[in-house]
């Protein structure tokens, strides 16, 4: 029989003697806690018996027991010396995953590492150089050299603006106060975004001009809302642990669970079979779902008086605070530009109910969704019960809905939860469920004012990146820990821009004599041309591997201790306890050396935990303020990982504030309205941002605002499906969650997804002749991408429909291979694929048109074709993939 | 020896090492290609027992399952045999439809038991953690939280009578095969 990828091997256990280091998982938001029990190959290993090993347990273990397996284990090298790792959720944690659940991505974390003779082996170890267009090693010094002189020459001849910066939002505080410290308070370029965005903007406007925090909510208030509604993700999908500790709890008392996604996973089978409901809204449609249930509940005078009474902006403190001062802030254009704001609940109120397109029938008609159903969804989330007690209603959005009508989406749901009661009650918040974990703080302020892109109305908007880099703007790419091009919308377009600017033109190093490699990298600045550097663990097709003029090697997850936060804002310290492959240095350490070469004072730091200390100021205000820790360090004479190790896997939620007696308290929840701060104000360094206990706006109080549908109705109509067209949407897999860094390399992920795959309903898969493990073509000649203009002058010209009449649209083809799944999963007339593989990117068929009121890219929204090109290997063989159903509860 | 499937029962708070004896393991050459940077052959080791009568095959109705004990008797040794109507990775038969796997989940040891899906050819979700698993592809995991596949347990017909002799994959809890 075929039995490839089932590979067994003795798990050794740990002996009692073997050393246990703290840390939290590298992936997904939820950031479960682990433990890594680390101990000497050539130490005696353990036994079955509980005295025997580290584990204290009898092998075998009992149900929910910290079980082994051949993927928990891998063997490291540790100050040069083989050790055994076994790397297990942590059994004895109360938060997070409590009891020590794990899931397929963590529970594999022991194969995420570095190990000379496993799938891991091609980490970058050395910095590489392109010499006659192949990458060859060379040494840090000459790599930072040339770094720093093209940098250098870049910022000198060409400004700040030509210098382009995309990097990772997350991969840890020290890190990314580093980089953005050299990017922000040094170069000063407002040529940088992070790795999901196309510019330096908000993931939630609406959220933001409410007063809501993203990550406000604790994960206790999931489990403890009565009705619980979730946009546009399934969190047993994408952050598992959230779903298993925290959510079906809340479903098992009694919770009833609304999700609203096109497509259906085990998550929300689970919910519909347990008393939930399933809303299956078409891409993009979902602000006429949520105005559709606002209305609903407004009609029958459901919503919380009392709270909107007590918490909403009247028309007094709607404006306050305008009127001084610039307006030169993305959040003072939106919320004074005549299309959000209103005077308060009524003015609201009057609009929502003068909208056709908010009638149940009209939103049904073009979402999808069942009336009968966005009537229960309003009943569940606001009808008052027999005893007019109010259901606990809480809100969770994430990307499949903020990525289809970015302002739009935000706005409409910030304004639903506010009238139902939630943000900020236990069980009554609304936040974003996450994707990655929270590891930014910013050494410094993007430079707003020095953008050239402008809306109209003369406000200037961060820098669109993707555009002004197929303009032909950007003379270096740092790249920074993603491999840019798949992770943006309209890939093919920058790809192409790519090829044009690096590859063709006609300076390329010859030598690796380093005044000659220095020189013509400066001549191919000044020729029109762009030199790429990239910095990452592994090489990234094609910014690596083909773009690349420098490759940084980066160590990373248990190669360094490092901070993060997680959803509910629970800082920990990852702890290091291996080696780094060859001479693999953290991002930190990388960007302080070309800083330092380059000319720029205070990156001289000999520690993570240095970076760490300095970071901490920068925190401050912000939801994950830490600066009380480091005070605490200080106090107690402990470096600041010290003493952040000293809270283990369970950490302490920011912002973190100080008794007087030196304890530390975390913050269970932002916008905690029954919290009691001390009345004699903040004492020592403490500070009490607003957010503690009122909301993130000019009085604390929440602003309801309008959402009109217009601003985006008329991208939704041009791209709706014409001819034979579906709607084209993409997301994670769970098995594919880390979009393969990782994921690739662990045989028992990568077996699952081999390839891309396409989800395709029965009914339009038989009208196109298409079966599960067919190899089809999703392409499409209608990507639309908005380039060249920056500038915007009337008030509509970013709109969708004047852009595409004054000539700023182009339209592309993209076509990708993926391996068809038929399954009645996803909506019919819906294409769903697997968002992020390098080498078939579905973000390729995504429209390239940025929110125009927020710049974000709305990822969820594209259009295609699909046609059958043959059958995959898969078909018919049994050892990769499944084809059967996920949905099922 | 067999059971009847809805007795079946793996949630126990502890038990004895289920192989301590009668235990050979043989090392198999397999191809490991379609992986992303290796093209090596990989070592699997599969753990082989003597072999265990389950059922005549004349007695497995399609959809019907036998559930057994193997390789030890106890929890954690609870199996199913089932002809699923449709071929399938180590499927024996003149159809290569019958399969046998352990019922428990290799996530954090729920039961299995009573969660096969005919038409889906899957055992699950996991009263626990809702993983699932793919009987016509060797217990791959179809959506869930496991680290490992569900253990196949390696089936012989010999006539007319359907064998038990190896079990692919570590059963959830041990640390050896």
């Not at chain 1, 347990?57 to 051949?70: E, I, K, N, Q, R």
């Not at chain 1, 610039?326 to 004074?336: E, F, G, K, Y």
């Not at chain 1, 339009?764 to 002749?769: E, N, Q």
């Amino acid at each position: 029989m075929s039995a490839e990828k089932k590979q067994i091997e003795t798990v050794p256990l740990p002996p009692k003697s073997a050393e246990i280091i703290t840390t939290a998982c590298d992936y997904c938001i939820v950031a479960c806690g682990y433990k890594v029990y680390r101990w000497p190959t050539t130490a005696k290993e353990g036994g079955p018996a509980a005295k025997d090993n580290a584990l204290g347990v009898d092998f075998p273990v009992a149900p929910l027991g910290p079980s082994v397996s051949p993927n928990k284990h891998t063997v490291v090298q540790h100050r040069g010396k083989p050790h055994h790792v076994l790397i297990l959720a942590d059994q004895d944690t109360d938060v997070v995953n409590v009891g020590g659940d794990y899931s397929a991505l963590g529970g594999t974390l022991a194969k995420k590492c570095y190990r000379e003779d496993g799938p891991t082996k091609d980490r970058l170890q050395e910095p590489l150089l392109r010499v006659n267009g192949r990458l060859t090693p060379v040494s840090w010094n000459f790599a930072l050299d040339v770094a720093a002189e093209v940098g250098l020459h870049v910022v000198m001849k060409h400004g700040a603006h030509a210098f382009g910066m995309k990097t990772f939002s997350y991969q840890y505080i020290e890190n990314t106060y580093a980089i953005t410290k050299f990017a922000f308070l040094h170069l000063q370029t407002p040529n940088f975004s992070l790795h999901d965005t196309p510019a330096d903007v908000t993931s939630t406007p609406g959220f933001r001009d409410a007063g809501f925090d993203n990550f406000a909510p604790s994960y206790e208030d999931w489990r403890d809302a009565e009705t619980l509604l979730i946009c546009g993700t399934d969190p047993y999908e994408t952050k598992n642990i959230m779903f298993t500790q925290w959510i079906m709890p809340g479903i098992q008392r009694g919770q009833k669970t609304i999700m609203m996604v096109p497509r259906k996973t085990a998550g929300v089978a689970y919910a519909e079979a347990n008393g939930g409901m399933w809303l299956d809204p078409i891409p993009g449609t979902d602000l006429l779902v949520v105005n559709a249930i606002a209305r609903i509940i407004v009609e029958n005078q459901w919503e919380d008086q009392e709270w909107i009474r007590q918490w909403v902006n009247n028309q007094w403190g709607s404006s306050s605070g305008f009127g001084q001062g610039t307006r030169n802030t993305p959040w003072q254009w939106r919320t004074t530009w005549g299309k959000f704001q209103t005077r308060g609940f009524q003015e609201w109120k009057d609009w929502l109910l003068n909208q056709p397109e908010f009638h149940l029938d009209y939103a049904s008609k073009l979402s999808g969704v069942d009336p009968k159903k966005i009537r229960t969804a309003a009943e569940w989330m606001a009808k008052p019960k027999a005893d007019g007690r109010r259901t606990k209603t809480s809100i969770m959005i994430e990307k499949g809905f903020y990525w289809s009508n970015n302002t739009g989406n935000t706005n409409a749901i910030a304004s639903l939860a506010i009238i139902v009661g939630a943000g900020g009650r236990p069980g009554q918040m609304i936040g974003r469920a996450g994707g990655h974990q929270r590891g930014m703080v910013r050494g410094g302020k993007y430079p707003r004012n020095l953008s050239p892109e402008k809306l109209p109305g003369r406000r200037r908007r961060s820098l669109d990146v993707d555009r002004y880099f197929i303009s032909g703007h950007t003379r270096l790419a740092y790249v920074i820990g993603t491999p840019w091009l798949q992770s943006s919308c309209g890939s093919y377009q920058l790809r192409d821009k790519f090829e044009e600017l690096v590859t063709r033109n006609p300076n390329q190093v010859i030598s690796t004599d380093k005044t000659k490699v220095i020189e013509t990298l400066k001549k191919r600045v000044d020729s029109g041309g762009t030199v790429v550097f990239n910095q990452d663990i592994y090489l990234v097709d094609p910014i690596g591997s083909q773009f690349a003029d420098l490759i940084f090697p980066a160590a990373t997850w248990g190669e360094e201790s490092f901070m993060r936060a997680n959803g509910e804002r629970r800082l920990r310290l990852y702890n290091k306890f291996y080696d780094p492959p060859g001479q693999a240095k953290p991002d930190w350490w990388i960007v302080a050396n070309i800083a330092e070469r380059m000319g720029f004072p205070g990156f001289d730091w000999h520690s993570s935990s240095e970076v760490a200390e300095e970071a901490a100021r920068f925190s401050r205000g912000s939801r994950k303020d830490f600066y009380m820790v480091k005070v605490a360090a200080g106090q107690e004479g402990k470096s600041l990982h010290q003493k952040m190790n000293e809270f283990g896997t369970t950490g302490i939620q920011g912002p973190v504030l100080m008794h007087d007696d030196g304890r530390l308290e975390g913050t269970k929840r932002l916008h905690d309205v029954n919290r009691v701060l001390p009345k004699t104000g903040p004492a020592g360094a403490n500070r009490f941002n607003k957010k503690l206990t009122a909301f993130n706006s000019q009085t604390g109080k929440l602003n309801l605002q309008k959402s009109p549908w217009d601003l985006f109705s008329d991208y939704w109509h041009w791209l709706s499906p014409k001819d034979d067209e579906l709607w084209f949407t993409s997301g994670r897999l769970k098995e594919r969650w880390q979009s393969g860094f990782d994921d690739k390399r662990k045989a028992i992920l990568h077996q699952r997804f081999p390839e891309n795959i396409v989800e395709i309903h029965p009914a339009d898969a038989k009208t196109r002749g298409i079966e599960s493990g067919d190899y089809v073509e999703v392409y499409s000649d209608r990507v639309p991408g908005h380039k060249t203009t920056l500038l915007g002058v009337e008030a509509k010209d970013f709109q969708f429909s004047e852009l595409l009449k004054n000539g700023h649209i182009e339209l592309t083809r993209a076509s990708v291979k993926a391996v068809a799944h038929v399954t009645p999963a996803i909506k019919q007339n819906v294409l769903y694929m697997d968002f992020l593989r390098t080498d078939q990117p579905a973000n390729a068929l995504a429209g390239r048109v940025p929110d125009w009121i927020s710049g974000n890219y709305n990822y969820k929204m594209g259009v295609a074709r699909i046609r059958k090109t043959g059958e995959s290997p898969h078909k018919h063989t049994f050892d990769f993939f499944s084809f059967a159903r996920r949905d099922l509860a | 020896m067999t059971q009847n499937f809805q007795n079946a029962s793996c949630m126990v708070s502890r038990r004895e090492f289920l192989f301590a004896s009668a235990l050979t393991v043989s090392t198999v050459m397999l191809p490991f290609s379609g992986f992303a940077t290796s093209n090596q052959q990989a070592m699997a080791k599969v753990g082989t027992y003597p072999r265990r009568f389950i059922a005549r095959l004349e007695d497995l109705k399609e959809h019907q399952p036998i559930v057994f004990e193997f390789p030890d008797s106890g929890p954690y040794a609870s199996n199913i045999l089932v002809k699923l109507g449709r071929p399938a990775g180590g499927g024996i038969g003149s159809d290569q439809d019958i399969v046998a796997f352990n019922l428990t989940c290799t996530h954090r040891g729920g039961s299995l038991a009573a969660t096969y899906k005919p038409e889906n050819a899957s055992l699950g979700p996991c009263p626990l953690h809702l993983s699932s698993f793919d009987m016509t592809r060797h217990g791959i995991m179809i959506t869930g939280m496991a680290t490992e596949s569900l253990p196949q347990i390696l089936l012989d017909l010999e006539d007319g009578n359907i064998f038990a002799g190896g079990v692919l994959g570590l059963i959830y809890g041990h640390h050896i095969e």
